[in-house]
């Protein structure tokens, strides 16, 4: 060592750098630290450039990106243009812990700590790319360009960034081809202007820049500036892909999925949109959720599909966020939590998705939700209704009702439902039912008839059994038992568990229709294992009294107690009438 030691005091600096280089080359960093210090110390500025690079990169040092500023900006003061950019990449990228022009230096404690990014220091990297971009570096033009481009809104400025991407372009920067590609093309409506832009990218393609391989990608897909050509196309995603720019990969794995302009491969699609979502690509992520959520080549799994919505949704996408809410309110891969979905769907919600807005609105309606989602769904509503959205109006008209996010205001609600009933089922029936009860209007229960039956047409169960009440009991009308059954069918067939208890009391017997006591059992019997109150007391006396079949009173004694735990305060009654009396 002491040898070497006097060997490098004999080697002239420049001969030391020239030594440096070549081992650095032959990759012995460890040999070549000695040989730089020496070239530094006698004031040779590319040497202390190189020392900063090997601290960057920690090759022969620890890493430290604090230490490799520290001589960075030594070069850079000298005027080294490569030190000049690579300082004005650290700063844009939060890399350089806080230097910058004029750094007084860094204190020994943390030479050699853990660095960890920090905020974008676009000022200092402003100050050292003006330097390199005036001095003639392409490379600092285009990242002087850039942040112009990209940086705080008080430092951009795009005509002087387009004349930097220009001269970077000019210079055959392969960065200031893409960039003045970038700035160009909105800038283009001609055939020719688009064509200059294909060839910048190509440029910039051609030195292997994985965006640029991407961009020109999307432009052959699409035949802009260059001749259409998807297989071509496909190629360039998949390369670009492969050195990990997140849209390509997106775009590749659609394709995949897809077989488009490629054999189609579900797995391996599936993995490309993978890769682009844990890049932080949003839409891959919710690509990724639906496909676990659709039955198609991949089997369904909610569980994996919460995931990767949760990860889209936390990144600001609406529909992942409303699809996660979704899964709460319905307990798919996930355990149903009302508070959950709402909070999902808020942020949908606040992204203007109006379904979102809606899904929220009937959650605050039952009450879930935070206090400030009343004021803000009714705002929403009241906007969309105002605009004649009549879904925005029918919501409205609930929020009015219900007096959530206003004062209750049945008049108001009755107004809002009656607009919106000129298209909205629900509200048809919900309107039929104010005018029913003179909720908010005047009682007019033949007005009520008919919006029952527009809903009832639309197929909605519960505006046919409304219906089929009023034509069993002639109100609003004349009587029609024979339409009531019909209509009480049609929901029955649906699952609607009223519609099935009103069937067997239909079949009972009192209604005008022939008595049928063995159907109105099975009626009966359909509509308690529905948890019907009613039907559970009609089949538990029909069991114990031997209506319609043989006694069961054993079981006509449990659908008896299941009635009774529903608070029908008849089926205890003959529950106790079934109980002995004690002897005495």
């Avoid at 005091?9 to 040999?31: N, V, W």
């Avoid at 999925?257 to 844990?278: C, F, K, N, T």
Wanted: net charge negative; proline share 4%.
């Amino acid at each position: 060592m002491v040898v070497l030691g006097r060997l490098i005091e004999r080697i002239s600096p420049k001969r030391a750098l020239r030594h440096a280089i070549r081992l650095c080359d032959e990759g012995r960093p460890d040999d070549a630290l000695a040989l730089l210090t020496r070239a530094a110390k006698a004031g040779i500025t590319d040497a202390k450039y190189r020392i900063g690079l090997l601290y960057l990169q920690g090759a022969g040092v620890p890493l430290s990106r604090a230490e490799a500023v520290r001589w960075l900006e030594r070069a850079a003061g000298e005027g080294h243009l490569e030190a000049q950019t690579t300082l004005a990449a650290l700063f844009v990228n939060g890399l350089a812990n806080g230097g910058g022009a004029g750094h007084a230096g860094v204190t020994t404690d943390r030479l050699f700590a853990a660095d960890e990014p920090s905020d974008p220091d676009f000022a200092s990297a402003l100050e050292w790319a003006r330097q390199a971009a005036d001095a003639g570096s392409a490379k600092g033009q285009a990242l002087l360009a850039y942040i112009l481009t990209c940086g705080p809104e008080a430092m951009r400025d795009a005509e002087a960034a387009h004349r930097w991407y220009e001269r970077s372009a000019e210079a055959g920067c392969p960065e200031g081809c893409l960039g003045y590609a970038l700035s160009l093309a909105p800038r283009t409506n001609s055939e020719d202007g688009r064509r200059e832009v294909a060839m910048h990218l190509r440029r910039a393609a051609e030195a292997e820049l994985p965006s640029a391989v991407y961009l020109l990608g999307v432009l052959t897909e699409q035949g802009v500036g260059v001749a259409r050509d998807p297989d071509v196309a496909a190629q360039l995603y998949r390369h670009a892909a492969e050195r990990g720019q997140r849209s390509a990969q997106l775009r590749l794995g659609l394709a995949l999925i897809e077989g488009r302009s490629v054999a189609q491969d579900v797995v391996e699609g599936e993995s490309w949109l993978r890769r682009a979502a844990l890049a932080g690509d949003a839409e891959a992520a919710a690509i990724v959720g639906d496909l676990y959520v659709r039955n198609g080549s991949l089997p369904p799994n909610y569980a994996e599909a919460a995931a990767w919505y949760r990860r889209a949704a936390a990144a600001g996408h609406k529909a992942a966020a409303r699809a996660l809410g979704s899964l709460y309110l319905t307990g798919a891969g996930v355990v149903p939590d009302d508070q959950e979905a709402a909070r999902w769907l808020r942020v949908s919600a606040t992204a203007g998705d109006e379904a979102s807005q809606a899904d929220l609105g009937n959650l605050v309606l039952q009450g879930a939700g935070e206090p400030e989602d009343a004021a803000k769904i009714a705002n929403w509503f009241q906007a969309g209704a105002a605009a004649g959205d009549l879904i925005a109006a029918y919501n409205l008209g609930m929020c009015f009702g219900k007096g959530v996010g206003f004062e209750q205001d049945d008049q108001q609600a009755a107004s809002w439902m009656r607009r919106a009933a000129t298209g909205v089922t629900n509200a048809q029936y919900v309107y039929g039912r104010m005018l029913a009860n003179g909720r908010g209007v005047p009682p007019d229960l033949e007005e009520a008839r008919s919006w029952f039956a527009r809903a009832s047409e639309a197929g909605m169960a519960d505006a046919q059994v409304a219906l089929a009440e009023l034509l069993v009991n002639g109100r609003g009308g004349p009587r029609n038992p024979d339409g009531a059954r019909e209509l009480f069918e049609r929901a029955a067939a649906g699952g609607h568990s009223g519609a099935m208890f009103a069937l067997g009391a239909l079949y009972a017997g009192g209604h005008d229709l022939p008595v049928d006591r063995a159907t109105a059992q099975q009626w009966f019997r359909a509509a308690a294992e529905r948890g019907h109150g009613a039907a559970q007391m009609m089949l538990g006396r029909y069991l114990v009294g031997g209506v319609g079949s043989d006694p069961m009173p054993e079981e006509g004694r449990l659908w008896l107690e299941r009635a009774a735990s529903q608070g029908i305060s008849e089926a205890r009654l003959d529950l106790s009438a079934l109980t002995p009396r004690p002897m005495g």
